[in-house]
């Protein structure tokens, strides 16, 4: 199965380490954050996995859940947490899922439908297993980004792509290169300068297609 923008995830029921989940159920009406890794008790993965226990706070402000995906069983996702709160200096409470049956990978399409894991497998098994997914409230994919194993992501871009996503989707809006909260947006196309005068006020016209506003207030 292939996985598009807008496309609505699949609703699997996951073993976590937390119990037996279904991923719309889980979801709700927030917005979620799957993000996959290859195994458990590797050094990237590790890290990463301590930088979002330490952004906790964030994702509850942007009525955000988060989950992990590692290609590994309950049980060793239980004892891995030990290091990842070393690491992280921080509590891991969101759940992971235990997907070393591949469910999920082959479902987001991160692995061929076909692949499977070998006896005394490493990493590079199931290296593509290193994706993040945000989904909105609709159960629909609004992003997704793979990394290789060696390039550990960056959360404070994860929570700038969630940001942006939240107010196009609720402003009906675009957003920049390089956009922040608080930035000027895009206007849409569609949207003629009559009644963007009328919505944003004063508005900049960089080009006849391109033109910036301040969010109001």
């Known amino acids: 199965m292939s996985l598009r923008i807008?496309?609505?995830?699949?609703?699997?029921?996951?073993?976590?380490?937390?119990?037996s989940l279904s991923l719309h159920e889980w979801i709700d009406?927030?917005?979620a954050i799957l993000f996959s890794h290859p195994k458990d008790f590797t050094p990237v993965c590790t890290t990463e996995f301590g930088a979002v226990a330490q952004l906790a706070g964030e994702w509850k402000k942007r009525g955000t859940k988060v989950m992990?995906?590692?290609?590994?069983?309950?049980?060793?996702?239980?004892?891995?947490?030990?290091?990842?709160?070393?690491?992280?200096?921080?509590?891991?409470?969101?759940?992971?899922?235990a997907d070393d049956g591949l469910q999920?990978?082959?479902?987001?399409?991160?692995l061929p439908a076909e692949a499977y894991l070998p006896d005394g497998r490493t990493p590079a098994d199931s290296a593509t297993v290193r994706s993040v997914f945000i989904i909105g409230p609709d159960k629909q994919l609004k992003l997704s980004m793979t990394y290789p194993m060696t390039v550990g992501r960056n959360f404070n871009e994860i929570l700038r792509a969630l940001d942006a996503l939240q107010t196009s989707s609720k402003n009906a809006v675009a957003t920049p290169a390089n956009w922040q909260p608080g930035d000027d947006i895009i206007?849409?196309?569609?949207?003629?300068?009559?009644?963007a005068k009328a919505k944003y006020g004063d508005f900049e016209t960089l080009t006849p297609y391109l033109r910036k506003a301040k969010l109001p207030n």
């Open 29 to 31: 009406d927030d917005w």
């Open 6 to 19: 807008n496309d609505t995830i699949p609703d699997l029921t996951v073993e976590t380490d937390q119990g």
């Open 104 to 110: 999920v990978a082959k479902a987001f399409d991160m």
């Open 68 to 97: 992990g995906v590692s290609v590994d069983s309950a049980e060793d996702h239980k004892k891995w947490k030990n290091d990842i709160e070393a690491v992280g200096g921080a509590k891991a409470e969101f759940p992971i899922v």
């Open 187 to 195: 206007i849409p196309t569609a949207v003629n300068d009559a009644d």
